[in-house]
T-cell receptor, first 117, second 112 residues
Framework: DGGITQSPKYLFRKEGQNVTLSCEQNLNHDAMYWYRQDPGQGLRLIYYSQIVNDFQKGDIAEGYSVSREKKESFPLTVTSAQKNPTAFYLC????????????????FGPGTRLTVL | QQPVQSPQAVILREGEDAVINCSSSKALYSVHWYRQKHGEAPVFLMILLKGGEQKGHEKISASFNEKKQQSSLYLTASQLSYSGTYFCGTPDGSSNTGKLIFGQGTTLQVKP
């Protein structure tokens, strides 16, 4: 079964700690994205990557870091510099935005709910 | 620029119809519609491309008017399973990055 997996489902962090959220896809999609969702809010883009070894900041990248060493994987690290990290984090992927442009559909993983204690 | 969705919330009885609108101040290449159940990931419903075409998914259809820079989602004879938050997403600036900007969402509650 092809899809996007995120782990863990729930994550608790103490203040001052860095934590890493996992996102893996076996859809052979070129592009991957990380979003943050706060209660009652829409989706805000943190980082995105169109190809391996390349990624760009989204609208709210401060306090976060990513890597894209493999096509299948796009982990997100929430650093201690992120002052209010409690949120629902969603990872998504799409086939090939470079050639499909605005018609490239994003598919989402199940999400990780991060809570700062 | 974030697209604007209206209304913010809708409460329906089973079998009633609803319309959710998504408007942008920028020219649109496409509009993507998603539904999210509470605590779950957004699920892709459909994509509307330039040309004013309508699409359908079960009893849910949508239209796209690029001149008016808006799209509308039509939910016909609503079912309990339609409850959730609906988001529209539009490409951000350059259309070949894959980036989408999402509206704030419209919460739909269908009651028996």
């Amino acid at each position: 079964d092809g899809g996007i997996t995120q782990s863990p489902k729930y994550l608790f962090r103490k203040e001052g700690q860095n934590v890493t959220l996992s996102c893996e896809q076996n859809l052979n999609h070129d592009a991957m994205y990380w979003y943050r969702q706060d209660p009652g809010q829409g989706l805000r883009l943190i980082y995105y990557s169109q190809i391996v070894n390349d990624f760009q900041k989204g609208d709210i990248a401060e306090g976060y870091s990513v890597s894209r060493e493999k096509k299948e994987s796009f982990p997100l690290t929430v650093t201690s510099a992120q002052k209010n990290p409690t949120a629902f984090y969603l990872c998504a992927s799409s086939i090939d935005p470079a050639s499909r442009g605005g018609s490239d559909t994003q598919y989402f993983g199940p999400g990780t709910r991060l809570t700062v204690l | 620029q974030q697209p604007v969705q209206s209304p913010q919330a809708v409460i329906l009885r089973e079998g009633e119809d609803a319309v959710i609108n998504c408007s942008s101040s920028k020219a649109l290449y496409s509009v993507h519609w998603y539904r999210q159940k509470h605590g779950e990931a957004p699920v892709f419903l459909m994509i509307l491309l330039k040309g004013g075409e309508q699409k359908g998914h079960e009893k849910i259809s949508a239209s796209f008017n690029e001149k008016k820079q808006q799209s509308s989602l039509y939910l016909t004879a609503s079912q309990l399973s339609y409850s959730g938050t609906y988001f529209c997403g539009t490409p951000d600036g350059s259309s070949n990055t894959g980036k989408l900007i999402f509206g704030q969402g419209t919460t739909l509650q269908v009651k028996p």
